[in-house]
């Protein structure tokens, strides 16, 4: 049976997506949210370096302390969580939080280190990019990043790492803004709203070609990825040489929250990356993508599991960006034979 049902696992992975709580200054929404994710999906983790790593020194919020002795397992965390996760169902929505975007694009303007901020125009509106210029010359080609569900183009995981590592091995990378919803939003909520992803990767991939990248390959994370295959469907003809899924989720409902039928369609070279720890509504559904695919008659298809990871590449950033560099070298080396 290919459709895999989330359960309580994915239900408390989109509770914790970033939250609206803030700091002195206003800001730090993210900081609470993917600390409080740490938290549903471990237990009680501490919540520390990471969360604080991108935002030093900007929020008032300070980790609860880990409990120790019999306490530390106790059943309540069980229960607390699993009211949490009918307690907190939104209502849905149809249009991108542009609030929110706004502050992601000032909190990443501010602590941005490596790269440049860049404003496409994408279906009237100006979106918020991350450039990173290659650090080879010439660059092997471009490389647009898609993040996942809430998050920003500089998301300390996944995206992070690899906008980084991939202009390190000699790409340049434009990670784009994708649509947000309130923190509390679930993918359900964003199915209407995946169509306004359309004209920002166009932008993107119009960018980097206009910068005379080639080739352009997409890399897409979690949620992003089912905004990449569906806007692919889309626009067949859309000038990119290569697509990177990484954790695709299969969720209930039609396409493209289950991006089977539309992931038939795509005939161009396709990288499937995920963990053997990843959510079941990924690792589970794993076989019916593969099955998907070659049912479409796309032979430029590779399935990929990364052994110990988690949806997240957490610990395993290298690993995750020196896979995903050697595809797309390969897909550049294929290119240039024609």
């Not at 993918?187 to 206009?210: F, G, M, Q, W």
């Not at 110990?308 to 070298?329: K, P, S």
Request: charged share 25%.
């Amino acid at each position: 049976m290919d459709d895999v049902r989330p359960g309580r696992e994915h239900v408390l992975h989109l509770l914790a997506e970033p939250g609206e709580v803030r700091g002195q200054d206003g800001r730090c929404d993210q900081v609470f949210g993917h600390g409080f994710r740490l938290l549903l999906m471990t237990g009680l983790p501490a919540l520390g370096a990471q969360d604080r790593a991108l935002y030093p020194n900007r929020c008032a919020f300070s980790a609860p302390r880990r409990p120790t002795g019999p306490e530390e397992e106790s059943p309540m965390i069980s229960m607390l969580l699993f009211l949490l996760a009918f307690l907190c169902i939104p209502g849905g929505a149809s249009a991108t939080d542009a609030d929110r975007e706004a502050r992601w694009a000032e909190q990443v303007q501010e602590t941005l280190v490596v790269g440049q901020a860049v404003w496409l125009e994408a279906g009237g509106r100006k979106v918020f990019a991350v450039l990173t210029p290659a650090e080879s010359a010439p660059p092997h080609g471009g490389v647009v990043l898609v993040h996942g569900m809430g998050e920003h183009p500089d998301w300390n995981d996944v995206i992070h790492p690899l906008r980084l590592g991939l202009a390190e091995r000699g790409w340049t990378t434009l990670s784009v803004q994708m649509p947000v919803l309130a923190a509390d939003a679930s993918p359900t909520d964003y199915a209407p709203l995946i169509p306004e992803s359309d004209p920002r990767l166009v932008a993107a991939v119009n960018d980097l070609r206009a910068r005379k990248l080639d080739p352009v390959i997409l890399v897409a994370h979690s949620l992003g990825t089912n905004m990449a295959i569906a806007c692919l469907a889309q626009h067949p003809r859309l000038p990119l040489d290569g697509l990177v899924l990484i954790g695709t989720p299969r969720l209930q409902g039609k396409p493209p929250l289950d991006p089977l039928p539309l992931l038939a369609r795509l005939t161009l070279p396709i990288l499937d990356l995920y963990g053997s720890r990843d959510f079941d509504f990924v690792r589970g559904t794993a076989a019916a993508r593969r099955k998907a695919v070659h049912r479409g008659g796309n032979r430029h298809y590779r399935q990929v599991q990364i052994e110990g990871a988690d949806h997240y590449f957490r610990g395993l950033e290298d690993e995750l960006v020196t896979t995903v560099d050697a595809w797309l070298e390969r897909v550049r080396r294929d290119k240039g034979r024609r």
